[in-house]
Structure formats: C-alpha cells, structure tokens
C-alpha cells in the first residue's frame, strides 16, 4: 500500500512539473526541497514545546507564480509523529500507558500569498502566508513488548464487534487543511531560502489510534478471543491496574476526546531555485 501511495503520489506530482513546464506563458517556475521536523497536537501529544517528539521530516515541492504577490505551490512531504503517556506529568496519561508513532506522507496544493514585495520594499526578504488542501496517509502504530504493531487493524476502540458493528475501522487516508507562514530570503543567483512554519488540520481523530472511548472487553473477547492482542493494545491500563477484566466496566470511560480533530505540524527550511527557461523579465 506505501509502494502504491508513493507511486501515485510520485506520478501526480511529475505530470504537474510536465504541465507546468510546457506552459511558456506561465511567469517562471520554481522548485526545491524541504527539510526540516514533524509534530502532532492530539489525544497523546505532551505539547509542541516537547523537542524529543520533534521528528525529522523532508520534501520537495515546485511553485508556479502568477506575479510578485501569488504563487501557486505543489509538494510531497514524508514526516513521523509520535507520542507517549509515560512521558506525561499526569498521572491518569501515565496509567493510561497508551503510545504510537505513524508516518505521514502527504501531497499538498496551497496558495502563497507573498506580502511587501514591491518597488519600495526590499527584495533581500519579505513575510508570506499560505493555505490550501492536502491528502495525507498515516499509519498508527504502538510498542507492545519492544515490538510495533499495526494499530488500525485491532480496532483498539471496538469497531466492528457486535455493539458496534455499525463502526467501520477507521481509513489510513484523510484529508488536512493546511495554513501557516514564513519568512522567504533572497540568497541571489535564483536561489531563495524560507522559514517556514505550518499547521495541517486534519479530518481524523485517529492519527494517534485514539479518539473516543474504551472497547468493553466482553465484547472484544467474542470477538477475537481471550487474550487477544487487540483487547491488549485497546487497554494498556491492564498493564497498571491489578483488576479482572470487565469487572466494573463502564462503556462511556473516555480513552481519547472525541470532539476535536487531530493536527501535525511542519516545521523548516524550504531551498529553492528559479527555472531559467521560463522566466518572467519583469519580475
């Protein structure tokens, strides 16, 4: 499945550089790499100040400007977001003793809006936003005996078993709306260098595997059976508390927030470089 996203991905992100390209009456072109780090804001996130769950992340990524102000940008970006309870100040994150980690790959089409950038500015840098929509596939996993096991398939919050049989498991791709900014500087020679900071909120509360309540263990018995790793993976409490499965058990016990959405973080370096071949002299 990351093989095809990739592909796919790779494909779609060509056959715009190609359309672009042919077009000579575009201004010019520009294009690059990002490099940089990932972070996340959800049920398990220890806050972005937390610089352990700093993840590296990179990219690429291709522009299209319309003038001095707008451009139009397209780029794939890899990055890791991981959290972990043990890590918490609090002790009822800490008896909840749930972890994860997933990578993010993400293809990305936003709006730069590029702000003092006339004649009576200067051209060594100047501010801009952007905005715009991205699709995005991620993979939770959580360590279970120094092992990382594939979240999603379990259904740690009881999808599919006979009380919720009307829950499917949730999809590995979704859909973010990212917005952010940054500080652009004009090293010469048709090579630019931005700082850039961005927010990506998503459409899912699942990139953590966490988001609403805790499965009833009878019913995650039937369904895949006593002792299964997915009663386990569903209740890391088991591991802290010494009391018999099921005893007490109250279906509204949260084990996430349903009622917000989670986001990740992009933070970095963009390096790019005007194409020469298809420049605009005026600019």
């Not at 699942?206 to 805790?214: H, I, N």
């Not at 508390?241 to 933070?267: A, S």
């Amino acid at each position: 499945m990351k093989r095809f996203l990739v592909l796919t991905l790779t494909i779609g992100f060509l056959s715009f550089v190609s359309l672009v390209a042919k077009a000579q009456n575009y201004p010019y072109l520009e294009a690059g790499f990002f490099g940089g780090f990932s972070n996340y804001q959800g049920d398990l996130s220890a806050g972005l100040n937390k610089t352990d769950f700093w993840k590296n992340a990179g990219g690429f990524l291709v522009k299209y400007h319309f003038d001095r102000t707008v451009k139009l940008r397209a780029g794939l970006y890899a990055g890791r977001v991981t959290a972990d309870d043990a890590t918490s100040i609090y002790y009822w994150r800490k008896n909840r003793n749930l972890n994860f980690r997933s990578n993010i790959y993400e293809f990305q089409l936003v709006s730069e809006i590029h702000m003092f950038t006339g004649p009576s500015f200067t051209k060594k840098f100047h501010p801009y936003i952007f905005g715009g929509l991205a699709g995005f596939h991620f993979n939770p996993q959580g360590r279970y005996d120094n092992t990382w096991i594939n979240l999603q398939p379990l259904g740690t919050e009881g999808q599919e078993t006979n009380y919720l049989s009307h829950r499917s498991k949730y999809s590995l791709f979704s859909i973010a709306i990212p917005m952010g900014g940054g500080l652009e500087f004009n090293l010469g020679h048709r090579i630019y260098l931005s700082l850039e900071f961005s927010f990506r909120w998503t459409l899912t509360d699942y990139l953590d595997d966490v988001s609403g309540y805790y499965p009833d263990p009878n019913e995650m018995e039937i369904k895949y059976g006593e002792n299964s790793l997915n009663q386990k993976m569903a209740d890391r409490r088991l591991e802290k508390e010494n009391y018999p499965v099921g005893e007490g058990f109250n279906r509204f016990q949260r084990r996430g927030d349903p009622t917000t959405k989670d986001r990740y973080v992009f933070f970095g370096v963009n390096l790019t470089k005007k194409f020469t071949g298809i420049l605009c002299n005026s600019f």
